[in-house]
């Protein structure tokens, strides 16, 4: 009350100023308000049944073509016929083409599936696969690509400077063709020599590429070994994988199924092919000879052969093919015993294996500081016994012959 009328007066102002700044702020937040409520993304559960929606609506109309029901036969080229495709006439068929069929999984196309339908681009063909994915299919892969694939196809699939891609893609079609339709279709099991032979050739120009080389190495075993009879399988020496050939399991499964002794052929081949041997500098150096060595330790040791008694471990054979077709390994079954289970027969092969190894060191020394030279006496003597008169070589045939007619009988 003792304040000056015109203080009185200044402080009204200013009361009313703030009470006018505080109404403006209050209505800028209910703005504010308002525009983020209506920016608000959808409740959760409504947010997840549009994505639902869209999603399924973008699967069917990408697949919508590949949804009817068609088999694998409608769509197969067989061996000796010929399909033309973007104008790429393609003989010795082999090859899917056409629309609607599904992979082994059928969640999408099969990969080696030709369409037809889709562009190509044959005035700029993607030769080097630049624009190629790692594990392709024909419907994913660029105009440009197809291009290039059509034809390597149609010029004899026997290009060694093709990009590999293209290689990967025609086998996946013989995967499919052998692997799923072979057991399930009489017709599909006729093609199966003419996919062997192809598969073979396609090893020896494209055998350069490790991981076709593996695919393709492990596909033939399998195939040749559920196709041979009993006596036509022969022994594998060389390791081509992380675990033991099929041939191998087979083989010796036949063989300790009729309770037959063991081959030192089969022994030797179980020795070299068996994922934890370690094969050592002369083992590798000296084949010639440690092979020839070990099978005379063998039969001394075991006579006709190691006798087996059948395990109760059935043999599964799980193959990964290369095509994403499958969805994962494909699992075969025999009603044989499965030796890959057997470490005890193992254990004795490897004690004849290293033996054969250490008595070869000297003579493999000598071997790899004379590469190319001829074998001398000096360096047959460096031989085990077992050897040493039956190897053949120039200087020590002449010494046996000078003896024998020195000396006579």
Same mark, same amino acid.
């Given at each position: 009350?003792?304040? /000056?009328?015109?203080?009185?007066?200044?402080? *009204?102002?200013?009361?009313?100023?703030?009470?006018?700044?505080?109404?403006?702020? !209050?209505?800028?937040?209910?703005?504010?308000?308002?525009?983020?409520?209506?920016?608000? /993304? @959808?409740?959760?559960?409504?947010?997840?049944?549009? $994505?639902? $929606?869209?999603?399924?609506?973008?699967?069917?109309?990408?697949?919508?073509?590949?949804?009817?029901?068609?088999?694998?036969?409608?769509?197969? %080229?067989?061996?000796?016929?010929?399909?033309?495709?973007?104008?790429?006439?393609?003989?010795?068929?082999?090859?899917?083409?056409?629309?609607?069929?599904?992979?082994?999984?059928?969640?999408?196309?099969?990969?080696?599936?030709?369409?037809?339908?889709? /562009?190509?681009?044959?005035?700029?063909?993607?030769?080097? =696969?630049?624009?190629?994915?790692?594990?392709?299919?024909?419907?994913?892969?660029?105009?440009?690509?197809?291009?290039?694939?059509?034809?390597?196809?149609?010029?004899?699939?026997?290009?060694?400077?093709?990009?590999?891609?293209?290689?990967?893609?025609?086998?996946?079609?013989?995967?499919?063709?052998?692997?799923?339709?072979?057991?399930?279709?009489?017709?599909?099991?006729?093609?199966?020599?003419?996919?062997?032979?192809?598969?073979?050739? #396609? &090893?020896?120009?494209?055998?350069?590429?490790?991981?076709?080389?593996?695919?393709?190495?492990? !596909?033939?075993? %399998? &195939?040749?070994? &559920?196709?041979?009879?009993?006596?036509?399988?022969?022994?594998?020496?060389?390791?081509?994988?992380?675990?033991?050939?099929?041939?191998?399991?087979? =083989?010796?499964?036949?063989?300790?199924? %009729?309770?037959?002794?063991?081959?030192?052929?089969?022994?030797?081949?179980?020795?070299?092919?068996?994922?934890?041997?370690?094969?050592?500098?002369?083992?590798?150096?000296?084949?010639?000879?440690?092979?020839?060595?070990?099978?005379?330790?063998?039969?001394?040791? !075991?006579?006709?052969? #190691?006798? @087996?008694?059948?395990?109760?471990?059935? &043999?599964?054979?799980?193959?990964? /093919?290369?095509?994403?077709?499958?969805?994962?390994?494909?699992? #075969?079954?025999?009603?044989?015993?499965?030796?890959?289970?057997? $470490?005890?027969?193992?254990?004795?092969?490897?004690?004849?294996?290293?033996?054969?190894?250490? +008595?070869?060191?000297?003579?493999?020394?000598? %071997? *790899?500081?004379?590469?190319?030279?001829?074998?001398?006496?000096?360096?047959?003597?460096?031989?085990?016994?077992?050897?040493? $008169?039956?190897?053949?070589?120039?200087?020590?045939?002449?010494?046996? +012959?000078?003896?024998?007619?020195?000396?006579?009988?």
């Amino acid at each position: 009350r003792s304040l /000056p009328w015109a203080m009185a007066i200044g402080i *009204g102002n200013a009361m009313e100023i703030i009470v006018a700044f505080v109404v403006i702020a !209050f209505l800028i937040w209910l703005v504010a308000r308002g525009r983020r409520r209506t920016s608000t /993304p @959808l409740p959760s559960n409504a947010n997840r049944a549009s $994505t639902r $929606t869209i999603t399924r609506i973008s699967a069917r109309d990408a697949f919508v073509k590949e949804s009817r029901s068609v088999s694998a036969d409608e769509c197969w %080229v067989p061996p000796g016929r010929e399909a033309t495709v973007a104008g790429h006439t393609i003989h010795g068929g082999m090859l899917y083409v056409g629309q609607g069929l599904s992979s082994i999984t059928g969640l999408r196309v099969e990969p080696a599936l030709i369409d037809p339908s889709l /562009p190509v681009r044959r005035s700029s063909p993607d030769r080097s =696969g630049a624009s190629m994915t790692y594990w392709p299919s024909y419907r994913s892969i660029s105009p440009e690509c197809r291009a290039a694939y059509l034809d390597w196809l149609a010029t004899g699939r026997r290009d060694p400077t093709a990009y590999i891609g293209y290689v990967f893609l025609y086998f996946y079609g013989l995967e499919r063709r052998a692997l799923a339709e072979a057991p399930q279709s009489d017709r599909a099991k006729q093609d199966l020599p003419a996919v062997i032979g192809e598969v073979e050739q #396609l &090893l020896e120009v494209y055998n350069g590429n490790g991981s076709f080389r593996g695919y393709a190495t492990q !596909f033939l075993d %399998v &195939l040749k070994t &559920l196709a041979a009879g009993a006596d036509e399988i022969k022994p594998p020496m060389e390791r081509t994988g992380y675990e033991l050939p099929v041939s191998l399991r087979v =083989g010796i499964g036949r063989i300790v199924a %009729v309770g037959k002794p063991l081959p030192s052929d089969w022994a030797l081949s179980w020795f070299l092919t068996h994922p934890e041997t370690s094969l050592r500098t002369p083992v590798r150096r000296c084949s010639e000879e440690f092979n020839e060595l070990f099978r005379a330790r063998y039969a001394r040791e !075991f006579g006709d052969g #190691l006798l @087996l008694k059948p395990n109760r471990s059935k &043999l599964k054979m799980a193959i990964t /093919p290369a095509s994403a077709s499958f969805g994962g390994q494909v699992e #075969l079954s025999m009603d044989l015993p499965d030796v890959a289970a057997l $470490t005890a027969p193992l254990s004795k092969l490897r004690q004849i294996g290293e033996s054969c190894a250490a +008595d070869l060191d000297a003579f493999s020394r000598w %071997v *790899g500081r004379n590469v190319d030279a001829p074998k001398t006496i000096a360096a047959v003597a460096l031989l085990p016994p077992e050897l040493a $008169t039956t190897h053949d070589s120039q200087e020590p045939r002449g010494l046996w +012959d000078w003896v024998e007619k020195t000396i006579g009988s």
